[in-house]
């Protein structure tokens, strides 16, 4: 567990996740996809059993190459952080990101702190040697954090997705670590 603080000198705290985090993640998720439109579900789209969420949450706790780090603010859930990997050995090596934050915890750093311990994580776990993610394509905000952290574009996935009656392409970007 660690504790830092954010740009308004609120303290956060990152740890792992754990089973009995498995309802908070789920009422998380289904809050923040209303909160914006990059994320590829929208308000209450997160459907999850809570049982066998709680299964993926003990997987991926037991998986070398795969994390689930949770950001708190005054016991609340603010941000999910993740790496997400194959167990196949041809593609175990590669993991993909996936990282959302709350919108009242936006522009404050969360996500640079998220995105550094899982890039450290990634490089000390022996495992994996390359992250991957998606974003659409107009994610400016996100995209100049992927690149801060190094992260480089490996391509566009054509109108990818359909948003209100318009189309927008993803930007697949990755990270050697």
Known sequence: MDK???KNEQEVIVREAKEDDAASMISFYNLVGGETDFLSFGRDEF???????KKYIKTTYEE??????LAFIDGKIVGIASINSNQKVRSRHVGTLGIVISEKCCG???GKILMDNLVTWGKMNKVTK???LVTREDN?????????????????????NYINGVYYNTLVMSLFV
């Not at 459907?47 to 969420?53: F, G, I, S, T």
């Open 108 to 110: 404050l750093g969360l």
């Open 130 to 132: 390359k992250i991957t």
């Open 140 to 160: 400016y905000g996100a995209i100049a954090l992927y690149k801060k952290v190094g992260f480089e574009k490996e391509g566009t996935l054509k109108k990818d």
């Open 64 to 69: 070398s190459n795969s994390i689930i780090l």
């Open 4 to 6: 830092m603080n954010l």
């Open 47 to 53: 459907h999850k059993d809570l049982n066998e969420y």
